[in-house]
């Protein structure tokens, strides 16, 4: 299973054209599709009350719909990270969710998660190092799992962007 995780608040953005063509690929491969559109949910920050590591044996405290979210993240193989870059990393309301995950994620990873995808969607060009940095710290490194990333600039995502993410998502 994969899960899509959308941290932007516009319907046609960027961002949702890049999600659009990927869940467009990865459908027509069999693969069932779960999205969350983060930005439309109550999820609040981590107050690091460190219930989840002791007394909650991993569940968070936190009466709030990130409790939608968690029992998808134990299933799914891939987890994408789609997201508009905000003052060089992703947005705010994504960040909540990736705090959030302190619950499920860590000590242990769940068993199927495999791989981490980011898309993400900017003004401008080379912006994208900070998200990508935490990718490759938090996810790639710590969790040993497989990155891909894809970005896009500018009015709109270039056909061949969209044709990448769709054969990417066809592969998974
Ligand atoms: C609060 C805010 C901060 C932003 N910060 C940046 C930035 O640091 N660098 C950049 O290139 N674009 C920045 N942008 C532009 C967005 O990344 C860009 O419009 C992107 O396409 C938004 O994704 P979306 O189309 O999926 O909403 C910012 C936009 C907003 C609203």
Redesign the pocket.
Known sequence: MILILNG???PN????QMILALRIGAEKAGQEVRQFDVCRMNVRGCTACEYCHTKGNGRCVQADDMQEIYPLLRQAETLVLAS?????NISGQLKCVIDRFYAALYPDKPEPLRRAVMLL????TD?YDGALFSLAGDFAGYLELETKAFTA?GDAVPEETLREIREYGKSL
């Open positions: 932007s608040p516009r953005g960027l961002t949702a508009p870059i905000y003052y060089h969607a900017s003004g401008d912006v600039h």
